[in-house]
T-cell receptor, first 113, second 112 residues
C-alpha cells in the first residue's frame, strides 16, 4: 500500500460527456502526477502538479485539465470524452518539484461508450 | 525511436531461475531509472530505482545501469511464480524533468 488513493475505481461514460477523477497523495508528498495507461501499453504522462501549479505537461489536448488543492490532493478533468479515452488513469505521488520517485495509486478504470 | 524501449516479451522462465529484463533509453540527459511491477488489473508498484552507474541490489532484485550504453536492466534471482507480472522500465530527468517516461513493459511468466 502506497497511501495514494483514487476515486472512483471504475467509471462508464458515453462519448461527449465530461469526467472528474480524484486523487489523494501520500502523507508528506506535495507533488501529484497523472498518467494514462491504455491496454497493453506503458503509462503515458498527462501532467504534474507541484504546490498547486502545473509543473509539466505531456502530449495531451487541452480537454485534459487538472487541479491541485492546498492539501495536495488533485483532480483530473476530461471534457468531450472520446472512445480512445478509455484507459486506466493513474495518479502518482512524490515529493518536490523534481519528484521523480513516484508511487502510484490503484487507478481509475474509465470506459467510454 | 521510442524514448524508452524494453526487450520484447513475453519472457518465460522456470521457477528458481534468473529472469533478465532489459531496457534502453534515448535521452542522454536522463538521470534516474525505475523498475515497476504491475500485476494484471492492478497499478504499477515501485520495486527498484537506480541513479548511478553500476549495480544496485535489493533482496532478489538487482538493477544495473550503464549510462554510456544507455542501458538499464533488472535481474530477478530465484524467480518465483509470484514474480509473474508485467515489468515496466521508466526514466526521469533530462528533458523529461519530473515526469516518468515508460517503456511498453515486458510480461514475465515464471512457471513451476
Amino acid at each position: 500500500e502506497t497511501g495514494v488513493t483514487q476515486s472512483p475505481t471504475h467509471l462508464i461514460k458515453t462519448r461527449g460527456q465530461q469526467v472528474t477523477l480524484r486523487c489523494s497523495s501520500q502523507s508528506g508528498h506535495n507533488t501529484v502526477s497523472w498518467y494514462q495507461q491504455a491496454l497493453g501499453q506503458g503509462p503515458q504522462f498527462i501532467f504534474q502538479y507541484y504546490r498547486e501549479e502545473e509543473n509539466g505537461r505531456g502530449n495531451f489536448p487541452p480537454r485534459f485539465s487538472g487541479l491541485q488543492f492546498p492539501n495536495y490532493s488533485s483532480e483530473l478533468n476530461v471534457n468531450a470524452l472520446e472512445l480512445d479515452d478509455s484507459a486506466l488513469y493513474l495518479c502518482a505521488s512524490s515529493f518536490g518539484d523534481r519528484g521523480q520517485t513516484q508511487y502510484f495509486g490503484p487507478g481509475t478504470r474509465l470506459l467510454v461508450l | 525511436q521510442k524514448e524508452v524501449e524494453q526487450n520484447s516479451g513475453p519472457l518465460s522462465v522456470p521457477e528458481g531461475a534468473i529472469a533478465s529484463l532489459n531496457c534502453t533509453y534515448s535521452d542522454r540527459g536522463s538521470q534516474s531509472f525505475f523498475w515497476y511491477r504491475q500485476y494484471s488489473g492492478k497499478s504499477p508498484e515501485l520495486i527498484m530505482f537506480i541513479y548511478s552507474n553500476g549495480d544496485k541490489e535489493d533482496g532478489r532484485f538487482t538493477a544495473q545501469l550503464n549510462k554510456a550504453s544507455q542501458y538499464v536492466s533488472l535481474l530477478i534471482r530465484d524467480s518465483q511464480p509470484s514474480d509473474s507480472a508485467t515489468y515496466l522500465c521508466a526514466s526521469a530527468g533530462g528533458t523529461s524533468y519530473g515526469k516518468l517516461t515508460f517503456g511498453q513493459g515486458t510480461i514475465l511468466t515464471v512457471h513451476p
